[in-house]
């Protein structure tokens, strides 16, 4: 069964500075992982889904990387802006269901 | 290509009343997922369909809860009966196959509030 963890739960970044988010898994022989934008009050955006034959995958200021053999895969936000302000959550799956961590609350401060 | 619909997106039911909350899955796709975020928590797996039939629903609460996903239409989730505890927000998602690793496409949710 996958378990799926994110620490810390809260982050608190200056305007400019790179923001990283962590995630651990327990299973090694994970498919894909998945990162997701939630703002509050609102639906799960997908941002990147990496498979576990990539190490990497980026779009525009957003890379994630996943590393099978710690578990652990990362979330790079470059130049972090007001706007990247939310809840980050990673997702792998789990048979055909997808375990969910609890997320990374995210604050840029302007 | 619409993606998945939710309707409504807000919901608001007095204690013991039914709640019925619907999913549209993106054309094509035949596999609908359930999922609950409580209050301060992380989203959790609660049934799993495909068009006319329950494929898992290891995640949902033993009574005053059902799924379905007939033939022709939408997913519906229903909770009878409900209680302020089951005030969360509700997600669907779709995908066009079955298997591990296969991605899900999620809905906007529905909020339900009961009071």
């Known amino acids: 069964k996958q378990e799926v963890t994110q620490i810390p739960a809260a982050l608190s970044v200056p305007e400019g500075e790179n923001l990283v988010l962590n995630c651990s898994f327990t299973?090694?022989?994970?498919?894909?992982l998945q990162w997701f934008r939630q703002d509050p009050g609102k639906g799960l955006t997908s941002l990147l889904l990496?498979?576990?034959?990539?190490r990497e995958q980026t779009s525009g200021r957003l890379n994630a990387s996943l590393d099978k053999s710690s578990g652990r895969s990362t979330l790079y936000i470059a130049a972090s802006q007001p706007g990247d302000s939310a809840t980050y959550l990673c997702a792998g799956p789990n048979d055909y269901k997808l375990s969910f961590g609890a997320g990374t609350t995210v604050t840029v401060r302007a | 290509n619409a993606g998945v619909m939710q309707n409504p997106r807000h919901l608001v039911r007095r204690r013991g009343q039914e709640a019925r909350l619907r999913c549209s899955p993106m054309?094509?796709?035949?596999?609908v997922y359930w999922y609950r975020q409580l209050p301060e928590e992380g989203l959790k797996f609660m049934v799993y369909?495909?068009?006319?039939?329950?494929?898992?629903e290891s995640g949902m609460p033993k009574e005053r809860f059902s799924a379905e996903f007939p033939k022709e239409g939408p997913s519906i989730l229903r909770i009878q009966q409900v209680v302020r505890g089951d005030s969360a927000a509700y997600f669907c998602?779709?995908?066009?196959?079955?298997?591990?690793?296969?991605?899900?496409?999620f809905g906007q949710g529905t909020r339900l509030t009961v009071v």
């Open positions: 369909l495909q068009k006319e039939n329950i494929i898992d």
């Open positions: 990496i498979q576990s034959s990539q």
């Open positions: 054309k094509g796709h035949s596999h």
């Open positions: 998602a779709s995908s066009s196959q079955q298997g591990e690793g296969t991605e899900a496409f």
């Open positions: 299973d090694s022989a994970i498919y894909n």
